[in-house]
């Protein structure tokens, strides 16, 4: 891993540089997405069939072969071992707990004159999730995306998901049936966020798409959105440690695979205060990191986007947390309650040392899909609020809207919007005498 210093006086270059992601794909996978999404919407289920078996190598015919009954997805869970089906439910039911927190309530209040005004909350209809495949498959992923929409109120959701050669993850399916997902296609890729955002003969189109995917995945909902709603375009995973240098150091090395382990692009960074701690947990790193599973994709993450990097002080590192507004935030110090009011921009932030990351990935109850590549200092984690929208309401006495007439008579005509001026004075009551 690199190791860069605060008092260098190129570190602000040095980490531009490793901050650095380009979020936008290049012209070419431009253009293939704009000819997948032109062809679904002409084509319809014929053109899902053709992509998924060209780039799925899977054997459909038809898309009865892509789709998956509810039966089929209750057999998974109900063929799971024990011990994961108690996993499954017991973080599910973490999951749905606590985003029922944050459930967003209608309002109104009446003003002296008798005009009401308001917000009405209502659901989104229908919502698509995407949940990748390919390099690991994600049940989690399922849970987190799916159970706030259920929790908001959403009446149907639909799911995509690939299955390469035909590989099926049967967590996958069992955590679909545990979240009362009610339709699940083994689509992938650019073709399965253009079937949901525009409808084929088999696939509903819905109002919304969330869930993180590759790089096609990611142009598509870019290039979707407007038609329908997205979560965000989401980077690469990331993890930002802040040390006081009294953890062990074996468990910030493992904390550091623990998003290094995702994809070669997965950044993972440590910032303290004290070289010699810096050098223990890069012992630790050499030591453990041939004991991973996905040792060489961690690997290549660490050596090109991970770093441990040396602060002067808890101010500096404050300073620095805050500039990277990294996804996921661990403050590995003796006191975290104490940062918090210094922390302005971070996904998540996990406190105090016997709170690794991983535990927020899947049980711990606040949802894991979170803004990645600096985009916390304007977004928010996937919650409730993402599948809910706010009407306003509006509604006048004949004493309000004389009052009200009045003042927007005055705007309109000074804008130049006659109809609107006399549309409100029609509503004026008469002078008394």
Partial sequence: MKRLDSRDANFNQQ?????????VSDAAV??????IITRVRAEGDAALVEFSNQFDQVNAATMADLSVSPERLKQAYDGLPNTERDALTQAAERIRRYHAHQVQESWQYTEADGTILGQQVTALDRVGIYVPGGKASYPSSVLMNALPAKVAG????????????????????????????????TLGGAQAVAALAYGTETVPRVDKI??????????????????????MIAGPSEILIYCDGQTDPDWIAMDLFSQAEHDEQAQSLL????????????????????????????????????????????????????????????????????????????????????????????????????????????????????FQKRSSLIGCSPQGASTLAAVASVLARGEGLTAHARSAEYRLLPKAD
């Fill in 30 to 35: 431009q253009a293939r997405v704009i000819d």
């Fill in 271 to 386: 910032i303290a205060c004290d070289s010699a701690y810096l050098d223990a947990v890069e012992a630790s790193i050499e030591r453990l990191l041939p004991t991973l599973d996905r040792v060489d994709i961690a690997t290549t993450s660490l050596r090109e986007r991970g770093a441990l990097i040396l602060v002067a002080d808890e101010a500096e590192a404050l300073a620095l947390i805050n500039r990277i507004a990294p996804e996921h935030l661990e403050l590995s110090v003796a006191d975290p309650q104490a940062l918090l009011p210094s922390i302005r921009h971070a996904g998540a932030i996990f406190l105090g040392r016997h709170t690794p990351e991983a535990l927020g990935d899947y049980c711990a109850g606040p949802n894991h899909v979170l803004p990645t590549s600096g985009t916390a200092r304007f977004s928010s984690p996937l919650g409730v609020y993402d």
């Fill in 154 to 185: 959403v009446a149907e959701i639909i799911m995509v998901v690939p299955t390469p050669r035909g590989e099926i993850n049967e967590l996958v399916f069992a955590a679909a049936h545990l979240a009362e997902v009610d339709r699940v296609f």
């Fill in 15 to 23: 980490l531009d540089a490793l901050l650095a992601w380009e979020g």
């Fill in 210 to 231: 969330v869930g993180p995917g590759n790089i096609y995945v990611a142009t598509a909902k870019r290039h979707v959105f407007g038609q329908v709603g997205i979560d």
